[in-house]
Structures are given as C-alpha cells and as structure tokens.
C-alpha cells in the first residue's frame, strides 16, 4: 500500500494526472482504490504536476483541505442533532404540547420521530445489503456509519430524501475506506517503521484509521455523487407523481426511465440490430433489467469487486471533465480551516451520467449476451437479464464502451484484455427450448486453456454480437415474424387459423395458471428468507408480473405470437410452477 502511494504521488516525474488516468481506465486490483475515488470525487485535489511535487508538499496540501472537508462533516453532525426539548413535569401547558402523544404542530417530538423512521427504513435496507466479497460490512461499526451517513445525506437532500439502492451506492465507498483501513491496522509493525516518514504521514491522512473520519471521507463522496452538477445522480432517484405509469415516464418523466428507454430503443439497434428486434418483438421492457443496473452502478450484476472497474472508468470520465488533459493550469484552492461545498445541482436538472460511459457499458452487456438471448423466449430472456451470468473481467465492457462513445480517455485506456481474461461460460445451455443450467458461483475460477478448448462452439456465443446476424429493420404495419398470414373467409385456411386460435387461447390459459401459480407460492410463503431467497423470491414476482403483461397484451392484439412460441412458453411453465388442478377451468394441455 505504502509502496503504491509513493509512486502516485512522487513516481517518476513527479504528480501525473495522466497517471491517475491511466489507473482508473487500467481498472486493475489496487490497495489504494479509495484514495483515488478521494480523488475522483473532489475530497482531494490534484497538485500542481511535475518534479517540484514531492510527498511532503502533497501531505501538506491534503492535511489542510482533508481537516476542512472533515469539520464540514462535523459541524453537519452537530446541526441534525435532535432531541426532545425537556419540559418541567410541573409546567402543564408547555407538556400539553411537548410530549410523545401530542400532535400539536410545534412538538418536538415530531422531529423525533420523523428521523427515528428515517433511520428505521435505512437499517432495514442495512440488513439486507449483500456481503458475498467479505465481512468488513457486516460489522457493526461499519454498518453504524453507513446509517449516520445516509441519514444525514437524506436530511440535507429532502428531495429526494432516501431512496432504496441508496446504501447499495454507499456501500462500494464504505467498502474500499474500511477494507483499507484494516489493511493499515494490521500491518506488522516493523513494516510501519521501514515506511519513510513523509510516506507514513500521508498514509495515515489518507487512509485514516479513525472511524469518524472515514465516516466524513464516505459523507463527501456520497454526496458528491448525489448533489454535485457533474454527477447529479439524485436525478435517477426522482420518483413519479402518484399515478405516473412507467410508459408514461419512458416519454417525458424521470432521466433514469428515459435513459432505459433510450439504452433499448435508440443506442443498442445501432449496435446490435438483431438483438433489439429480439427484445422487441418478445416485448422486454427495459426499465426491467435496466433500472437496476444503471440505479446500483451494476453492483447486484457483478458485486463490488466485480464491478470496481467499471466504477473506475466512470469517475475518471467525471474527473477528465473537471481536470481536463494532462498539463492543464487549474486553480489552486486554499484550506484555511472552513470548507463550504458548491450549491447541489436541482433534482430536476439533468443528469450528466446518462450522456457518459454508463449507456454503452450497459449496452456493451447486451450485446455481450446476443446470440443467448436471441436463442431464448420471453420468459428466459427476461430472466437472464435480471440474473447476468458471471463475468470475469469487466473491463471487457469498458473496452467497448469507451471504443463506442468516442471518448477522448480512449487514449488513456491499455491494451483489451485479452479473449482468455474472460469467463468462458460453456456450462449455459444452448438449447433455446430448454432452460439455462445453473450459473456458478460469483468470483468463480475461470476454466482452464484445455477446459475452454474442449468446450463446444456455442459457448463462443457471448461476444458481443458478432455471430449474431443482423435481422432487417421491420417495415411499419408489417406484422412480427410468425404472425397468422390472411386467408379468405370460409377457407380451409381460415378453419385453420381458426383452430389456431383457439389453441392459441388455451395455451394463454396455461401459461396464465403458472403465472397465478407463481404468485401463490410466493405469497403464501411466510417462512424466514435469507437476504438471497427474498431478491430471488423478487425476481421471480417481477417475472411473473412481465409475463402477466405479456398474456395481456397478447389477447389486446398488441403481440401477435405464433402458435408454436406460445406453446413452448406454456410448456416451459410447467416444470417451474407447480400445477393447480382446480383453476384449470377445462382447458385441456
């Protein structure tokens, strides 16, 4: 860690923000991730470049602007105080209005309670935040400044307060602060004392080994995504007047839903044509699998070791705008003990991050998918976007997102990883009528030289497309491939379509008694669930719920399926639901 340090600050040449960008777009393991997210963030700021910087005038200039920053945080503290006022038992009229069971407007305890129901709705996320990396969030310390964190970020930021996804954000910052910490803690101590002393100095400001200065450190960055105008994320959590549908949001309401719209409907057919024609023609709403993936920074995709690079890639992107190109002037900021943060960008203001790098990695996943999904119905297509197979190296997906945006970072990025970086994933099935094997573990070893040469063709299908052939764009009015051709009245065709039809009917009935299935098993379940069978309970709800849709529009007229793809749907129902004999309404399988 020691060693890393020095070479940031005092490597050969002196500073380099070309260094610091090449780290972040190289997105390798680093023992110092949080220092430079510290700097990505703002919490520091880049010296000036060149041989003039050394470690002693770099610790000189942090300590000034981290002890600032740091009593910003303290005096916050200090402001969202809040305790009851204390009333004399004898002084009736002041008890009359300050006490637990008045509802007098001017009662003190309505503050009270608002941030004791504030906090009750962030512990409750708390607990079922996912540790699968290590266990440095499950303790209790760690878990403590989370909750004061988004606590007080919620009370500084009413609009849009605390939202679920939130403390999953949070989350990657707490992680790398305190797994680094605890790698400063436990390091043997003749290894502290070999350190040099400017080193040891800056080491100890930067990552600090005080709880509550790691907790100031998180409350800066956590804000600085949500407030700052570079970044605004706030805006993906802006919710919907009551009785705002998600169609109506994809064409003028929140940035975040009309940014899974766009992802679907306008970037990827130009990527990938024949996979967007799949997901539309199976009627994938992207808000489904999307939603998740841009809220959480694909988080719950590839977990926070996973998904580390891709974070990296997207604050140096940020970063790049506010530093500019290696050897730019910029202003030199003064600490003198007091630190006031720029005014928060509006919540309804854009934001930024929906015009970055972000849409073309999530595009980048999609495609990385093609030829699977284009292989799979509804359902499992849909399932396999809300569960994304395990991925060794995501930098796969910042090489092409970088190659797709035009970004001038292209120029900061290494060499592609290489075809045998990535997880070979030969145990999916390649059957599209039958369903997907189970996905190993996350972090799972990758196969060896010889295991990915004997593995069979299609497991080559995840690569981005590109044995996927692209279908022709469909003319307007010209119905999906499958549809029921026109025939004349009183024709042995129209008998035909007829009996189609019909079939078609109660296929739809089928698939409608697994779906009715499905919720009933899920709802009548009230056994205890770990914090993994309550999100796979969830996915299997939201699926049931797309599905449903499906059927409807269906029977609308808005999909007009062929009688073959409806009854593979219903027949792959019935190895997942159990059957219910008793809605089976006469419908014969």
């Known amino acids: ?68 920053k740091r009593a910003m945080y303290t005096a916050l503290k200090r402001k969202h105080e809040v305790k009851a006022k204390a009333v004399d038992d004898d002084d009736e009229e002041a008890l009359a209005v ?148 998600r169609s109506r949001a994809a064409e003028n309401g929140t940035p975040i839903l009309q940014l899974c719209h766009d992802l679907q409907a306008k970037i990827l057919p130009k990527r990938d044509p024949a996979l967007a024609e799949h997901l539309e023609v199976h009627g994938i709403e992207p808000s489904l699998y999307a939603l998740r993936w841009f809220r959480v920074w694909f988080i719950r995709e590839f977990d926070l070791l996973g998904s580390a690079p891709l974070w990296d890639a997207v604050f140096v992107e940020v970063a790049y705008q506010r530093w500019g190109s290696p050897g730019t002037a910029r202003p030199k900021e003064k600490f003198r003990g007091t630190y006031k943060p720029p005014p928060a960008a509006d919540v309804d203001a854009p934001c930024p991050l929906s015009d970055g790098l972000m849409k073309y990695i999530a595009t980048a996943m999609l495609t990385y998918l093609s030829q699977d999904l284009q292989e799979r119905d509804f359902s499992m297509t849909l399932k396999r976007l809300m569960k994304y197979p395990p991925v060794e190296d995501v930098r796969v997906f910042v090489e092409k997102a970088v190659e797709w945006s035009g970004t001038p970072l292209a120029k900061f990025r290494p060499p592609p990883p290489q075809p045998s970086e990535i997880l070979n994933l030969s145990n999916l ?101 770990t914090a993994e069978e309550k999100q796979e309970q969830y996915d299997k709800c939201m699926v049931a719920i797309a599905e449903l849709k499906q059927v409807k529009d269906t029977l609308a007229g808005s999909i007009i399926p062929s009688p073959a793809h409806v009854h593979l749907q219903a027949q792959q129902h019935q190895p997942r639901f159990a059957p219910l004999p008793s809605l089976s309404g006469g419908y014969r399988r």
């Open 1 to 68: 860690m020691a060693e890393e340090l020095a070479e940031l600050v005092d490597g050969a040449g002196g500073w380099s923000v070309e260094r610091v960008y090449k780290a972040g777009m190289a997105g390798k393991n680093t023992s110092i991730r949080s220092v430079y997210w510290r700097l990505y963030t703002g919490l520091l700021s880049p010296p000036a470049e060149g041989q003039a910087c050394t470690a002693e005038s770099v610790l000189d200039a942090w300590e000034d602007e981290l002890m600032a």
């Open 98 to 245: 300050d006490n637990p069971l008045s509802d007098h407007q001017d009662n003190s305890w309505n503050l009270v309670f608002k941030h004791k129901e504030i906090e009750r709705e962030i512990r409750k996320d708390l607990e079922r935040l996912s540790s699968e990396d290590t266990t440095v969030l499950e303790e209790k310390s760690v878990r403590e400044s989370m909750l004061e964190v988004l606590r007080l970020a919620s009370l500084e930021t009413p609009d849009p307060g605390y939202r679920q996804g939130m403390h999953d954000i949070l989350s990657a910052f707490a992680y790398y602060a305190f797994s680094e910490r605890h790698s400063v803690v436990s390091a043997p101590a003749a290894q502290k004392k070999a350190l040099n002393e400017d080193i040891a100095d800056l080491l100890e400001a930067v990552v600090p080994t005080k709880i509550d200065e790691i907790e100031a450190d998180m409350y800066y960055m956590y804000n600085w995504l949500l407030n700052d105008p570079s970044t605004n994320l706030k805006a993906w959590y802006k919710v919907l007047p009551h009785g705002g549908g």
């Open 429 to 529: 099935s390649t059957a599209s009528s039958s369903p997907p094997s189970a996905a190993p573990p996350r972090g799972a070893a990758a196969p060896t030289a010889g295991a990915a040469a004997a593995a069979p063709a299609s497991s080559s299908k995840f690569t981005f497309g590109k044995r996927a052939k692209a279908a022709a764009p469909r003319p307007v009015g010209v119905p999906p491939p499958g549809a029921p051709s026109g025939v004349s009245p009183g024709s042995d065709g129209c008998r035909k379509q007829l009996e189609e039809i019909v079939k078609n009917e109660h296929e739809l009935a089928a698939k409608l008694e697994g779906i009715i299935a499905a919720f009933q098993r899920q709802f009548l379940d009230q056994s205890e669930k």
